[in-house]
């Protein structure tokens, strides 16, 4: 028998129009999109379906992306694809917790919100950036950085893949010392600041306290988080784990080999951009990996899936 993921990617994947094939052919996303536009203090709807310089910038990406991927949720849900566990990527998580039933949707779009503000006022614009390490094992890139100053892992993606963050100097000194010690390619992101840096505590900190301030229900079915990469199925976790996640390592890659070790065979990635579909292929061939960033993406899985 099939055990089926939703996964769910982070910031960095958004693109204009996300979601609105979506809005225009299901009821229940438009609502989802009408609710979170009159509660939000800017127009969700022309940052999620029109061309914008606004949908890169933190505080108005992170809204946009939980949104476009909830949205495409309820459709999957209302199609019969329902999941058995669920896990995101950074930002991704919100969306997982919500579909996991711990967070009300729109709570969740509103979280993020606030999560967004906090990782922008953090670190000052430019102090702070993050870059691609390709072709490194996890343990030779956490040798190699070992008592570097400023600089930590961000993200475990997939084998061969990791993100470092920190200070800008820093991270950029290390990404050349990275190709001389056997990295393949280091590449600076177009990023607003150190994410998953110890430099964004007091955001995780502020993000605390908000969390503390909504109502977390029942989990109906576990989510993986981040932080462990274990699974969660008690929501008195999940207010610690998601303020430490603001400054902690994506374990994305311990995520997924997790999941398949629990025997997920069959995953589900929500939302626009291929990234996690990418890094599934590195981690195991094996499973069965379905996209849907498009109304008709969700048709062909529905036709296969239910």
């Known amino acids: 028998m099939r055990k089926l993921a939703f996964i769910y990617p982070g910031q960095g994947a958004q693109k204009a129009g996300m979601g609105a094939d979506f809005y225009e052919n299901s009821p229940e996303a438009k609502s989802l999109f009408d609710e979170a536009d009159a509660a939000l203090d800017f127009n969700l709807k022309e940052i999620c379906f029109q061309e914008n310089e606004k949908l890169n910038e933190t505080q108005y990406t992170q809204p946009a992306m939980v949104a476009a991927c909830l949205a495409m949720t309820r459709v999957l849900i209302r199609r019969g694809i329902r999941p058995d566990i669920t896990a995101g990527l950074s930002l991704g998580e919100y969306a997982a917790i919500a579909a996991a039933g711990a967070l009300k949707e729109l709570d969740a779009v509103l979280l993020v919100r606030k999560r967004g503000l906090f990782m922008e006022h953090a670190v000052p614009a430019g102090e702070g950036a993050m870059c691609a390490v390709l072709g490194m094992t996890g343990e030779a890139l956490e040798r190699e950085l070992r008592g570097t100053a400023d600089v930590t892992i961000a993200n475990y993606n997939c084998p061969g893949q990791m993100v470092i963050t ?71 976790e999940i207010s610690d784990l998601l303020s430490r996640g603001v400054s902690s390592p994506v374990k994305w890659q311990q995520s997924m080999e997790y999941m398949i070790k629990e025997g997920v065979d069959t995953f589900v990635e929500i939302g626009p951009g291929r990234t996690l579909s990418g890094f599934l292929k590195k981690i195991n061939t094996e499973v069965s990996v379905y996209h849907i960033s498009s109304w008709e993406d969700m048709e062909r899985a529905a036709g296969e899936l239910c």
């Open 166 to 236: 920190g200070k800008t100097e820093a991270v950029q000194a290390a990404a050349e010392r990275l190709k001389t010690a056997g990295a393949r390619r280091t590449v600076l992101l177009n990023v607003s600041g150190p994410f998953h840096s110890p430099f964004l505590r007091t955001a995780g900190e502020e993000l605390r306290k908000e969390i503390e301030k909504t109502e977390l229900h029942p989990l109906k079915i576990p989510y993986v988080a981040n932080v462990t990469a274990e699974k969660v199925e008690r929501r008195e």
